[in-house]
């Protein structure tokens, strides 16, 4: 069976995403002569402009700011087989010995369980708290907006398009399930207010930080991935640690490992990673 006729493996709703994080084996890099290295890296450049034309598609690049990684690649797309192959390109792209993978992850992006519907909308926010009257104006013109807001944030949780802001941070994290802080044992409406408020805290940092929240159950070691852009490390530092006092967070997460990485034009990303 050729490649074209394997059925695609497309999600109900969303794109794949792949992290991925190698080293690079400078003691292999070495032994190319100056030939071998223009050609590798011609090699590496072109997959990442075939990636980046392919159709609902995108690949950010990244140097990785501490030894745990020196090169990250941060992967959408549709089909789990278009994925797959991708990254194993890229993982031979500069040569079979000279990027080995550290870590990746593997996730979708999902839509919310905790957005408010617009009934809950109506019901909580327009009639209990701006008792706003069904059918004047204001109740109208809110209606709308919220109408306009809410497919925005919808689209962008499952098809975001991601700026080339230069900071890139990347952590997995799941809620706990232990004892008297086990998250699946709380009743939704629980769960839906403690969340409302934790995403209160996100709503501040609009325009600083950029998340993209994939879903990671059953594919992938944590529940989700967390992907944080922003124009700088402070903004990054500040959101991770506010968060923190948030019940959400206090009690019921547990984070993994964190990536902290710097979007660089493919030129440049060559020569941070001294190739």
Same mark, same amino acid.
């Given at each position: 069976?050729?490649?074209?006729?394997i059925?695609?493996?497309?999600?109900?709703?969303?794109?794949?995403?792949?992290h991925l994080?190698?080293?690079v084996?400078?003691?292999?890099?070495?032994?190319?002569?100056?030939?071998?290295k223009r050609?590798?890296?011609?090699?590496?450049s072109?997959?990442?402009?075939?990636?980046?034309?392919?159709?609902?598609?995108?690949l950010?690049?990244?140097?990785?700011?501490?030894p745990?990684?020196?090169?990250?690649?941060?992967?959408l797309?549709?089909?789990?087989?278009?994925?797959?192959?991708?990254?194993?390109?890229?993982?031979?792209?500069?040569?079979?010995e000279?990027?080995?993978?550290?870590?990746?992850?593997?996730?979708?992006?999902?839509?919310?369980?905790?957005?408010?519907?617009?009934?809950?909308?109506?019901?909580?926010t327009?009639?209990?708290?701006?008792?706003?009257?069904?059918?004047?104006?204001?109740?109208?013109?809110?209606?709308?907006?919220?109408?306009?807001?809410?497919a925005h944030?919808?689209?962008?949780?499952?098809?975001?398009?991601l700026?080339?802001?230069p900071?890139?941070?990347?952590?997995?994290m799941?809620?706990r399930?232990?004892?008297?802080?086990n998250?699946?044992a709380?009743?939704?409406?629980?769960?839906?207010?403690?969340? =409302?408020?934790h $995403?209160?805290? &996100?709503?501040? *940092?609009? /325009?600083?930080? #950029?998340?993209?929240?994939?879903?990671?159950?059953? @594919?992938?070691?944590?529940?989700?991935?967390?992907?944080?852009?922003?124009?700088?490390?402070s903004?990054v530092?500040?959101?991770?640690?506010?968060?923190?006092?948030?019940?959400?967070s =206090?009690?019921? $997460?547990?984070? &993994?490992?964190? *990536?902290? /990485?710097?979007? #660089?034009?493919?030129?440049?990303?060559f020569?941070? @990673?001294?190739?």
């Open positions: 069976m050729s490649e074209q006729a059925p695609p493996l497309v999600p109900l709703e969303g794109w794949h995403v792949m994080f190698y080293q084996d400078h003691a292999q890099w070495s032994l190319f002569n100056d030939e071998e050609q590798a890296k011609t090699r590496l072109e997959l990442v402009q075939e990636i980046r034309a392919t159709p609902d598609t995108q950010l690049g990244f140097a990785i700011a501490t745990k990684a020196d090169l990250g690649f941060m992967l797309t549709a089909d789990l087989h278009v994925a797959n192959a991708f990254e194993k390109q890229l993982s031979l792209s500069l040569g079979p000279i990027l080995s993978p550290v870590y990746s992850y593997l996730s979708q992006t999902e839509s919310s369980e905790y957005t408010p519907t617009r009934e809950q909308y109506i019901a909580e327009l009639t209990a708290e701006k008792r706003l009257a069904a059918g004047s104006s204001e109740f109208a013109a809110a209606l709308k907006d919220f109408d306009v807001r809410m944030y919808l689209k962008f949780r499952l098809y975001p398009v700026p080339d802001w900071v890139v941070c990347f952590y997995p799941s809620k399930r232990s004892g008297n802080d998250w699946y709380l009743d939704f409406e629980t769960r839906r207010t403690l969340m =409302a408020g $995403a209160k805290v &996100g709503r501040t *940092y609009s /325009g600083r930080i #950029l998340q993209v929240i994939s879903g990671s159950t059953g @594919l992938d070691e944590y529940e989700w991935g967390v992907t944080l852009l922003a124009k700088n490390s903004d530092k500040a959101i991770v640690y506010e968060m923190r006092f948030d019940e959400v =206090a009690r019921y $997460a547990d984070f &993994g490992d964190f *990536y902290i /990485g710097m979007q #660089l034009p493919l030129d440049l990303l020569r941070r @990673l001294c190739l």
